[in-house]
């Protein structure tokens, strides 16, 4: 059996830190495919992660090929479509989703799904996190093609946000969409929680924890809140804290496809944002 990851390399170190833990521990994956934007940011550093990588499965003969990913939205999509298409029906896929955008990450479980009934995700936490700022400069947020959602003009509409420490894009997220209703779930204390509501200055906003690093990714308690939410209103739902939210949003919305899905792209990340590799979690996901 072809066992193939796919892999989204960025600027962390973790990012070739986990994929150095995982080749080490399991010897029988025969093919990596890197995902890269064709002018990220970080380039260099991006590049020596990817270097690395390539060294160490050229020393392990393992195939390797890098899938050029387009700034053009349209194009991103078509590019990533294809490249599924010539993935073989047969191959057990392996996802590491630890620095991959969740745009790339939803995109490519939509095309799998079609072809695939399970998929394992892999996501390799850092060692530690910077105090530092993550992200800057948020830019329009986007409804991920096919994605959309269905919308009823009698309901009102309810953002649903999972939220790490990217609060800026919180903030261009409800700025953008205006809705009636937010809910935020934090990966955060209840202090940093309360200070979040002052900031985000709202009084239609409830914010609540969630745990993303449990045996389901928060899948159960997120279910559970859309479950509540669709029965009065329309939904738009963003993923901004741990990459694994954002599978367990994608497991919801195959079961809700109603949900629209929603993303923010920024111009500006922190080259320091985490140090080392700390945990991996990996967990099988049926696609249906």
């Given amino acids: 059996m072809n066992k193939i990851l796919i892999i989204f390399p960025s600027w962390e170190e973790r990012s070739n830190l986990g994929f150095t833990k995982f080749i080490e521990e399991n010897f029988d994956i025969n093919k990596v495919f890197l995902l890269k934007f064709e002018q990220p940011v970080h380039k260099q550093e991006i590049e020596n992660n990817i270097?690395?990588?390539n060294k160490l499965c050229k020393s392990r003969k393992i195939d390797y090929k890098d899938i050029s990913i387009p700034k053009s939205e349209?194009?991103?999509w078509w590019v990533l479509d294809s490249f599924i298409k010539n993935v073989n029906l047969d191959a057990n896929i392996y996802i590491d989703i630890t620095t991959m955008p969740r745009s790339i990450i939803w995109t490519l479980m939509f095309f799998l799904k079609q072809k695939h009934k399970k998929i394992t995700t892999i996501?390799?936490?850092p060692k530690i996190y910077s105090e530092e700022w993550l992200s800057k400069d948020p830019?329009?947020?986007h409804l991920l093609f096919?994605?959309?959602g269905i919308v009823e003009f009698e309901k009102p509409t309810t953002l649903f946000v999972l939220a790490?420490?990217?609060e800026d894009r919180v903030i261009q997220l409800i700025n953008y969409y205006e809705p009636q209703n937010v809910i935020i779930k934090e990966c955060n204390s209840r202090e940093k929680s309360q200070s979040s509501k002052w900031r985000y200055g709202l009084t239609n906003l409830d914010i609540r924890e969630i745990d993303q690093y449990n045996d389901d990714w928060g899948h159960e308690a997120i279910e559970y809140e859309i479950k509540k939410i669709l029965k009065k209103s329309n939904l738009i739902v963003a993923s901004l804290g741990p990459k694994t939210g954002a599978i367990s949003v994608y497991q919801c919305f195959m079961k809700y496809p109603e949900i629209?899905?929603?993303y923010v792209p920024c111009k500006e990340f922190n080259e320091?944002?985490?140090k080392g590799v700390g945990s991996t979690l990996i967990r099988e996901i049926p696609l249906h």
Avoid: R
């Fill in 123 to 125: 996501y390799h936490k």
């Fill in 272 to 274: 320091h944002y985490s």
């Fill in 139 to 141: 830019g329009i947020p």
């Fill in 164 to 166: 790490g420490y990217d």
């Fill in 51 to 53: 270097h690395i990588m």
């Fill in 146 to 148: 096919k994605h959309s």
């Fill in 260 to 262: 629209a899905l929603s």
């Fill in 74 to 76: 349209v194009e991103k």
